[in-house]
């Protein structure tokens, strides 16, 4: 029974770690940056706690750094407007690529609750309880305008954090399970249960193999318009005062 539980516990495990192979970030793209960027409803904000400066705005073709106004060239005013835009143009697509994240780690984590339930009552309240915490995940997406919460992968763990704690559970089910089984001396109810188990991460691997290709390439989808938003700040010509870039975004070479 030992062997059970740590077989149904590693299939789960298989779940975050098949979802942490999905940068939703853009590390994949080449893409790097000490600001954390809040869409506003009038303006770009890019906020760092270390450096100077500590919060750009973008807003309208305008360009203020620390709240004070900086002047800028025709050139620079149409590169802001266009790095607004296409940020502004991408945020649907990264909200998208992030449900369907969520939908596939709890699509394998519902499989494996619904083999192991105990009964129909607790299939139909684990189905609920999952689906309450996924509807809690998207409504968090669906309210933020913020991307900060991207930064750094903390969106995954977000993610990975909510279906850990469904995994706890699952696995905790199943150890139960196994142990009244074990105690009990029933041995046609041990092999249905072992008979449950047997297979059961390949079935999670299928779920999240045939959907995170999809979401990959998704999120990949999106590279080129983030490598426009960076060279398009990379090429602004304002200087700070010490004759450096903004450096909003960094590409890798």
């Given at each position: 029974?030992?062997?059970?539980?740590?077989?149904?516990?590693?299939?789960?495990?298989?779940?975050?770690?098949?979802?942490?192979?999905?940068?939703?970030?853009?590390?994949?793209?080449?893409?790097?940056?000490?600001?954390?960027?809040?869409?506003?409803?009038?303006?770009?904000?890019?906020?760092?706690?270390?450096?100077?400066?500590?919060?750009?705005?973008?807003?309208?073709?305008?360009?203020r750094l620390?709240?004070?106004?900086?002047?800028?060239?025709?050139?620079?005013?149409?590169?802001?407007?266009?790095?607004?835009?296409?940020?502004?143009?991408?945020?649907?697509?990264?909200?998208?690529?992030?449900?369907?994240?969520?939908?596939?780690?709890?699509?394998?984590?519902?499989?494996?609750?619904?083999?192991?339930?105990?009964?129909?009552?607790?299939?139909?309240?684990?189905?609920?309880?999952?689906?309450?915490?996924?509807?809690?995940?998207?409504?968090?997406?669906?309210?933020?305008?913020?991307?900060?919460?991207?930064?750094?992968?903390?969106?995954?763990?977000?993610?990975?954090?909510?279906v850990g704690?469904?995994?706890?559970?699952?696995?905790?089910?199943?150890?139960?399970?196994?142990?009244?089984?074990?105690?009990?001396?029933?041995?046609?109810?041990?092999?249905?249960?072992?008979?449950?188990?047997?297979?059961?991460?390949?079935?999670?691997?299928?779920?999240?193999?045939?959907?995170?290709?999809?979401?990959?390439?998704?999120?990949?989808?999106?590279?080129?318009?983030?490598?426009?938003?960076?060279?398009?700040?990379?090429?602004?010509?304002?200087?700070?005062?010490?004759?450096?870039?903004?450096?909003?975004?960094?590409?890798?070479?």
């Open positions: 029974m030992v062997r059970l539980v740590c077989g149904i516990a590693l299939a789960l495990a298989g779940i975050c770690t098949a979802h942490a192979d999905i940068d939703l970030h853009g590390a994949d793209c080449g893409l790097h940056s000490d600001y954390s960027l809040d869409i506003k409803p009038d303006a770009l904000v890019f906020t760092r706690r270390d450096g100077h400066p500590v919060d750009i705005a973008i807003a309208g073709g305008s360009l620390d709240g004070r106004s900086v002047a800028i060239g025709a050139a620079d005013r149409q590169r802001l407007l266009d790095i607004e835009h296409g940020v502004r143009e991408a945020l649907p697509e990264v909200k998208a690529i992030a449900h369907e994240a969520i939908a596939i780690a709890f699509e394998a984590v519902a499989e494996v609750s619904a083999a192991f339930a105990k009964d129909g009552d607790a299939a139909r309240a684990s189905a609920q309880h999952l689906a309450r915490s996924a509807h809690e995940l998207d409504l968090r997406i669906d309210a933020s305008d913020s991307l900060a919460g991207w930064k750094n992968g903390e969106m995954d763990r977000i993610i990975e954090q909510a704690t469904l995994v706890g559970e699952v696995v905790g089910n199943v150890a139960g399970q196994a142990i009244s089984v074990a105690l009990s001396g029933d041995e046609k109810a041990a092999a249905e249960l072992e008979a449950r188990a047997d297979g059961i991460d390949k079935k999670v691997d299928r779920i999240v193999e045939r959907r995170s290709h999809e979401l990959e390439r998704r999120a990949k989808g999106l590279c080129p318009r983030l490598h426009l938003l960076a060279r398009l700040g990379s090429e602004l010509d304002v200087r700070l005062a010490d004759g450096k870039r903004l450096d909003l975004v960094r590409m890798d070479d």
